[in-house]
């Protein structure tokens, strides 16, 4: 499965049994309970591993937004059983917009999808990439420690 993480939504894109095509699943509405609502959608849909985009600036620098993205994904490794990953996620809403810009929808039409279009982004290039080097891309995840 591949999550494209944003400030209003999360994108999900799940691919085939194979692990060859990635495709839209839906949307999140961040909130109180999409941590839940996310893990439900990864136990649902039978994901062996999870990628979640890594928001980093063009020089490879992280910001505020790939720290959220970073504790999110700690999070959702204590809530999943199937490995988490952080992968980069540089352009794949600006490719995904494009994409949706070829295929005649308006910006305002995007709306609805851009998440899930990056998320289908995300997932397709994470999995074209373990192909090529024949393993998982990203870096793993550890689970969030309890601050208690």
Wanted: cysteine-free.
């Amino acid at each position: 499965m591949g999550i494209d993480p944003g400030e209003v939504r999360f994108g999900l894109a799940v691919s085939d049994g194979g692990g060859v095509l990635a495709v839209p699943l839906g949307t999140v509405h961040a909130g109180r309970d999409a941590l839940g609502a996310i893990a439900k959608q990864v136990t649902d849909s039978g994901a062996e591993l999870v990628v979640v985009g890594l928001p980093r600036s063009m020089d490879g620098s992280e910001s505020h937004a790939a720290t959220k993205a970073r504790v999110f994904a700690a999070s959702l490794a204590g809530a999943v059983s199937v490995p988490v990953r952080l992968v980069d996620e540089r352009l794949t809403t600006v490719s995904a917009s494009r994409a949706l810009s070829r295929v005649g929808r308006t910006s305002k039409q995007q709306r609805e999808v851009i998440d899930q279009a990056a998320a289908v982004e995300l997932l397709q290039s994470a999995l074209d990439q373990a192909k090529r080097v024949g393993a998982a891309v990203g870096e793993l995840v550890s689970v969030a420690e309890d601050p208690s």
